[in-house]
């Protein structure tokens, strides 16, 4: 099988551009350097030029406000413990009335992913060391350890888009000649990976309750991605026990485990339609450019005031791959004073629904087809 069909590391995925023409990649003792090069297709010159440009201007964006980072922990967090726990009550109810609950619990803990999530980028507090502990403290709840997953992501920051560097932190993707080139056994692996069976109803859950329990592809990183792994886990444990001498074995299933099917199943959607949509961006790495990819291969998922909320305005992504410092809920300020970025990567929620039928990029049409499209295509050739 090509080497993209092996990934390393989390399916999940801190980086910021630097001045100098170099992208920095970094957990707390791990830097990943790459450089910047202006794309060599005569087409993306300039808009390459405008990338970097919009960058310098993101500047003044990264600066979070505290008191406002403190304030959306406090009303994610707490309305989590509240809902879990009527969940536990309202099994004397009803199981149907526990699974109701399920649902507003999971978009509570799915927001907490999302400060976990901002606080990887150094975007929550000025400091590091507050932004790593309470990182590792959310993680506990989100089941992700938070240093491990954060070189993950790291890496897909880093090579997002990017052709030569697939596998690490991203979904895998193939192109149609990688596709055209395996054999019958291969084509159905790779068809059952990106089947939206496999790939939000099996998958999430396998890799928020099993994958993240060891350092997949980084075991022979160092310390760190094991102590990261363990030491939540070791936490996670003592917190389930807990739980479990509070309310027995039963409940605590029938509680936890819808809330964390479902909010790992929307929370890998939202991933998958960021650069999974049609008009998104790859090339190899000699035409490759990191402001180039952040702003065109990243998409703007346009949702209704609620969800926006509930994913921590994920959805504008392609700002936040070009500026990954600057606070979720300082996002929609963004939109809102250079207005010209909305239209960059827009994509609705129902225009959306369809980039689960998209598998392969197709490097001659430079756009995401389907199967059923790659099997048009080459019936006509």
Same mark, same amino acid.
């Given at each position: 099988?090509?080497?993209?069909?092996?990934?390393?590391?989390?399916?999940?995925?801190?980086?910021?551009?630097?001045?100098?023409?170099?992208?920095?990649?970094?957990?707390?003792?791990?830097?990943?350097?790459?450089?910047?090069?202006?794309?060599?297709?005569?087409?993306?010159?300039?808009?390459?030029?405008?990338?970097?440009?919009?960058?310098?201007?993101?500047?003044?964006?990264?600066?979070?406000?505290?008191?406002?980072? +403190?304030?959306?922990?406090?009303?994610?967090?707490?309305?989590?413990?509240?809902?879990?726990?009527?969940? #536990?009550?309202?099994?004397?109810?009803?199981? #149907?009335?526990?699974?109701?609950?399920?649902?507003?619990?999971?978009?509570?803990?799915?927001?907490?992913?999302? +400060?976990?999530?901002?606080?990887?980028?150094?975007?929550?507090?000025?400091?590091?060391?507050?932004?790593?502990?309470?990182?590792?403290?959310?993680?506990? =709840?989100?089941?992700?350890?938070?240093?491990?997953?954060?070189?993950?992501?790291?890496?897909?920051?880093?090579?997002?888009?990017?052709?030569?560097?697939?596998?690490?932190?991203?979904?895998?993707?193939?192109?149609?000649?990688?596709?055209?080139?395996?054999?019958?056994?291969?084509?159905? +692996?790779?068809?059952?990976?990106?089947?939206?069976?496999?790939?939000?109803?099996? +998958?999430?859950?396998?890799?928020?309750?099993?994958?993240?329990?060891? !350092?997949?592809?980084?075991?022979?990183?160092?310390?760190? !991605?094991?102590?990261?792994?363990?030491?939540?886990?070791?936490?996670?444990?003592?917190?389930? $026990?807990? @739980?479990?001498?509070?309310?027995?074995?039963?409940?605590?299933?029938?509680?936890?485990?819808?809330? =964390?099917?479902?909010?790992?199943?929307?929370?890998?959607?939202?991933?998958? =339609?960021?650069?999974?949509?049609?008009?998104?961006?790859?090339?190899?790495?000699?035409? #490759?450019?990191?402001?180039?990819?952040?702003?065109?291969?990243?998409?703007?998922?346009? @949702?209704?005031?609620?969800?926006?909320?509930?994913?921590?305005?994920?959805?504008?992504?392609?700002?936040?791959?070009?500026? $990954?410092?600057?606070?979720?809920?300082?996002?929609?300020?963004?939109?809102?004073?250079?207005?010209?970025?909305?239209?960059?990567?827009?994509?609705?929620?129902?225009? $959306?629904?369809?980039?689960?039928?998209? $598998?392969?990029?197709?490097?001659?049409?430079?756009? @995401?087809?389907?199967?059923?499209?790659?099997?048009?295509?080459?019936?006509?050739?």
């Amino acid at each position: 099988m090509p080497s993209t069909l092996r990934p390393s590391g989390s399916l999940f995925l801190v980086s910021e551009p630097f001045p100098g023409g170099a992208h920095y990649a970094c957990s707390r003792r791990c830097a990943v350097w790459m450089d910047v090069r202006e794309a060599r297709l005569p087409d993306m010159t300039s808009s390459v030029r405008d990338a970097r440009t919009w960058a310098q201007i993101l500047g003044p964006y990264r600066t979070p406000k505290i008191s406002r980072s +403190i304030f959306e922990l406090l009303i994610t967090a707490s309305p989590f413990v509240i809902l879990w726990g009527l969940m #536990w009550a309202a099994l004397g109810v009803g199981y #149907w009335l526990c699974l109701l609950l399920a649902l507003p619990t999971a978009c509570f803990l799915m927001r907490l992913f999302m +400060i976990q999530h901002d606080c990887g980028h150094g975007a929550c507090f000025r400091r590091r060391a507050t932004n790593d502990w309470v990182g590792r403290v959310i993680g506990v =709840v989100t089941l992700t350890p938070y240093s491990f997953w954060l070189r993950a992501h790291a890496l897909h920051h880093a090579n997002a888009g990017n052709l030569d560097h697939r596998g690490s932190g991203d979904i895998i993707t193939l192109t149609t000649d990688e596709y055209a080139a395996l054999n019958p056994i291969q084509r159905l +692996i790779y068809r059952l990976y990106r089947s939206p069976f496999v790939m939000f109803g099996l +998958i999430p859950t396998y890799l928020f309750v099993l994958h993240q329990r060891l !350092p997949v592809g980084l075991m022979r990183s160092g310390r760190e !991605p094991w102590l990261s792994t363990m030491g939540t886990n070791a936490a996670i444990a003592a917190v389930i $026990s807990v @739980l479990i001498w509070l309310m027995g074995v039963g409940p605590f299933l029938l509680v936890e485990a819808p809330v =964390v099917i479902v909010s790992a199943s929307i929370a890998v959607w939202f991933f998958y =339609v960021q650069h999974q949509y049609e008009d998104t961006l790859w090339v190899h790495d000699s035409d #490759w450019s990191f402001y180039e990819a952040a702003l065109n291969g990243s998409s703007h998922y346009e @949702l209704p005031p609620a969800l926006a909320w509930f994913t921590g305005n994920i959805g504008v992504h392609h700002v936040h791959h070009l500026a $990954s410092r600057i606070p979720f809920y300082r996002l929609p300020e963004v939109l809102r004073d250079h207005p010209q970025l909305a239209s960059l990567g827009r994509l609705t929620f129902l225009q $959306s629904l369809r980039c689960a039928t998209l $598998s392969l990029w197709d490097e001659r049409q430079r756009r @995401l087809i389907s199967f059923r499209e790659f099997r048009r295509s080459t019936r006509a050739a």
